[in-house]
């Protein structure tokens, strides 16, 4: 499959214009022959929250966490997923791979049927194709996704796929658009496709409301961008988890306190944490994101108002 050539993609496979991802067989052998792995616990038990609000006022948005990277927003019109994964593992056929610690905080069966389905990119914990046919049981919602991926959901048998490229908009009617944006990341599902699809976040515009879902990213100058060509962003959920060693995760991952720059640069009225305490990834203790977090917060001087995290299966109205 060949693509146009661009700042991030050479015609074949895409790359990060501010940062060498790559990361050699050696590299791998020397983080798993020198990785201090925190013990995270075998399973942890949810709290119990009221469910997703059913309906919002006009100019509100309703976030709930259901996980990970998982989320249910709703606005007067509109029922949106981010990043779908209701499986038991990050991984092939969702059985194999990294265990999930916490079930889903609302079983996807209990969700409300959605209008939009955000895929950001194709790693097992943000893309699980069990979940995604599962989202159109009943329903006929958007899946809005990023270059390259529309084949592969379009094989699910899934239908009304949009793919963009970073910048690339669409019309998703009734008043709403959605900007495909740049994150800093990669992609790869098996061993041989490292880098053949895009990553990507998205920003959501209605007429009341703006919402950017940031997929998966490292730090780097996008976030400027983004703030500047996208002002007046009201939600932004941005990821804080899956940080450690940083020698190793830097250039995809954020760490708490890059997130918080994250934030600065987007300039959102609020935003909310995700991409940990689900399934461990990488080297941090469970806990260690939202601890980090408060820190750096408390250094910067923004209140968790500002920034915050909701628990797993909490709503926040907008």
């Known amino acids: 499959m060949t693509f146009p050539i661009s700042d991030h993609c050479d015609g074949e496979r895409f790359f990060n214009p501010h940062t060498d991802d790559d990361r050699s067989i050696a590299d791998v052998i020397t983080w798993q ?30 976030v709930t966490f259901i996980g990970h990277s998982t989320f249910l927003v709703r606005t007067a019109d509109t029922v949106i997923l981010t990043d779908p994964v209701f499986t038991t593992h990050a991984g092939p056929f969702g059985r194999i791979g990294p265990r999930r610690v916490r079930p889903p905080a609302v079983p996807l ?32 919602p958007q899946f809005v996704t990023a270059l390259g991926l529309g084949s592969y959901l379009r094989a699910l048998t899934l239908e009304n796929v949009i793919e963009l490229d970073w910048w690339q908009e669409a019309d998703l009617g009734g008043g709403r658009r959605v900007t495909c944006v740049p994150a800093q990341h990669f992609s790869a599902r098996t061993p041989f496709d490292r880098n053949r ?3 990507c976040g998205f920003v959501l515009h209605s007429a009341a409301e703006t919402i950017y879902f940031a997929g998966d990213s490292g730090y780097g100058p996008h976030f400027k961008e983004i703030g500047r060509r996208c002002p007046s962003i009201d939600v932004a959920l941005l990821p804080i988890g899956a940080y450690e060693p940083r020698w190793f995760m830097r250039p995809v991952h954020m760490n708490p306190t890059e997130a918080i720059e994250a934030h600065v640069d987007v300039a959102p009225r609020v935003s909310i944490g995700m991409h940990f305490g689900t399934f461990q990834l990488t080297d941090e203790a469970i806990d260690e994101p939202l601890l980090a977090l408060d820190r750096a917060l408390e250094e910067r001087r923004i209140s968790d108002e500002e920034f915050t995290v909701l628990d797993f299966g909490e709503s926040v109205v907008i």
Do not use: F, M
């Open 33 to 62: 022959r020198t990785r201090d792995k925190a013990p995270w616990p075998e399973e942890v038990p949810l709290a119990c929250y009221p469910p997703p609000p059913a309906s919002v006022d006009r100019g509100r948005v309703a």
């Open 109 to 140: 069966d209990d969700l409300p049927l959605p209008d939009i389905v955000l895929v950001s990119h194709n790693h097992y914990d943000h893309l699980q194709p069990s979940s995604l046919r599962r989202c159109a049981h009943g329903a006929e």
């Open 197 to 199: 699809t895009l990553w």
